[in-house]
């Protein structure tokens, strides 16, 4: 994955989880549904493994103008902001 120029390194996990999330244009991604597609699993015996992922993939990636390129919709799961993006 590049950004500005530069290449971030992810994990095999971070990598899909970033890839369910930009191919679908902002739609909102339940931690069922990355689940099922990092893992190919409808649950997982740890749901926060997912928010530890994503965290990671947040740290790796920065922040666009200030703001989170992921955020959280409480409740929901997460959503990339493709607005923030080239």
Do not use: C
């Amino acid at each position: 994955v590049m950004k500005d120029g530069s290449k971030i390194v992810l994990t095999k996990t971070e990598f899909y989880i970033l890839y369910l999330m930009m191919s679908t244009k902002g739609n909102i991604q339940s931690r069922k549904a990355i689940s099922r597609f990092a893992w190919g699993l409808e649950s997982l015996d740890r749901p926060r493994t997912i928010d530890t992922h994503i965290s990671n993939i947040r740290k790796k990636i920065g922040q666009v103008d200030e703001k989170e390129v992921i955020t959280v919709i409480k409740g929901v799961g997460y959503k990339l902001d493709d607005s923030l993006l080239d």
